[in-house]
């Protein structure tokens, strides 16, 4: 009974899970846009992830988590800079370049990344057509969704390829950071992943710290000017988009496939288009809405045959 009770846990706690980084972590790309309106990019990273990654240490610390394990500390460090701050890093230099929708595109490309260099996992992924198929179908997916905007800022960005160029690099390191996560980082027990994912945020926080001390943004920043808006939407990103729904990433890749996993860079642009029409007012084609719709197909495809393979 006791064995079933666990196991029903665990299946509510992955549900949860994929809610948080399909969801939670969609509806991030809006309230970015929100809170880069008064605060800088690599200020906003510092404050995002050196407030989040402290909370998290405590709450950790009070549930009598290691923390302190030379081990535990190296390896997060080491996938916290990977996986965390070059990957977002990267993404804010590249938009000097190509827009923020060429960014969606590319970035779903990240489930592709994670599969081509899971090695050990490649046996089943590459003898798998629903995997395959899902992965490239989500791909379009994504592309559908962005056609139009693409189509314009195809012809209006000057230098778009070497925004291209970082935000493929950017792609190649959030894939070997979230490799790194699953097979190394924070050892192999679940309950480190937690620790893990705090102390990764604490050390891409010290790279961001340094990044916006050396650009001078505290000093420039008139704080006081900082709309209430930007700071309800750091509070946002801090408590949903890195304590529960980054620590549930990390989690998720202890647990379950990183392929299956890598499936939230097809839904987080479906989140995110929903909430511009329903909090933007944006509209939407039947392309975009077509491309929703293969998303959604994509994804049940996995996930589906993932299920099949890999129980609870």
Same mark, same amino acid.
Request: hydrophobic residues 60%; aromatic residues 14%.
């Given at each position: 009974m006791k064995q079933l009770a666990g196991t029903g846990k665990r299946k509510i706690n992955i549900v949860v899970a994929y809610f948080l980084i399909y969801v939670i972590w969609g509806s991030t790309y809006y309230f970015i846009g929100v809170a880069l309106k008064g605060l800088p990019p690599f200020l906003l990273g510092a404050?995002?992830?050196?407030?989040?990654?402290?909370?998290?240490?405590?709450?950790?610390?009070?549930?009598?988590?290691?923390?302190?394990?030379?081990?535990?500390?190296?390896?997060?460090?080491?996938?916290?800079?990977?996986?965390?701050?070059?990957?977002?890093? %990267?993404?804010?230099?590249?938009?000097?370049?190509?827009?923020?929708?060429?960014?969606? *595109?590319? !970035?779903? #490309?990240?489930?592709? @990344?994670?599969?081509?260099l899971d090695a050990p996992m490649w046996k089943k992924n590459f003898r798998s057509p629903p995997i395959i198929i899902g992965i490239i179908t989500g791909f379009l997916g994504v592309m559908m969704l962005y056609l139009e905007q693409f189509r314009v800022d195809n012809h209006a960005q000057d230098h778009s390829e070497y925004g291209i160029l970082l935000l493929i690099f950017g792609c190649i390191s959030w894939a070997l950071g979230t490799l790194y996560a699953k097979y190394r980082s924070s050892g192999e027990e679940e309950v480190n992943a937690f620790a893990g994912s705090a102390w990764?945020?604490?050390?891409?926080?010290?790279?961001?710290?340094?990044?916006?001390?050396?650009?001078?943004?505290?000093?420039?920043?008139?704080?006081?000017?900082?709309? %209430?808006?930007?700071?309800?939407?750091?509070?946002?990103?801090?408590?949903?988009?890195? *304590?529960? !729904?980054? #620590?549930?990433?990390? @989690?998720?890749?202890?647990?379950?496939?990183?392929?299956?996993?890598?499936?939230?860079?097809?839904?987080n642009p479906f989140i995110a288009v929903f909430l511009g029409v329903v909090l933007g007012k944006e509209d939407v084609t039947w392309v975009q809405f077509a491309g929703l719709i293969v998303i959604l197909l994509s994804v049940l495809l996995i996930n589906h045959k993932k299920k099949k393979k890999h129980r609870y």
């Open positions: 404050f995002r992830f050196s407030i989040a990654g402290l909370i998290l240490l405590v709450l950790c610390y009070f549930r009598n988590e290691p923390l302190f394990k030379k081990s535990l500390i190296k390896k997060s460090a080491v996938s916290g800079i990977v996986l965390l701050f070059i990957d977002m890093a %990267v993404v804010m230099l590249a938009q000097k370049y190509v827009s923020s929708s060429l960014v969606a *595109i590319i !970035a779903s #490309s990240t489930a592709i @990344w994670i599969m081509a990764q945020m604490i050390f891409a926080s010290i790279l961001f710290w340094i990044c916006t001390i050396i650009k001078g943004d505290p000093v420039k920043t008139d704080f006081n000017a900082v709309p %209430v808006s930007s700071w309800l939407s750091l509070v946002y990103l801090i408590i949903f988009g890195s *304590i529960l !729904a980054y #620590s549930a990433y990390v @989690w998720l890749l202890k647990v379950r496939p990183a392929t299956e996993v890598s499936t939230h860079a097809y839904v």
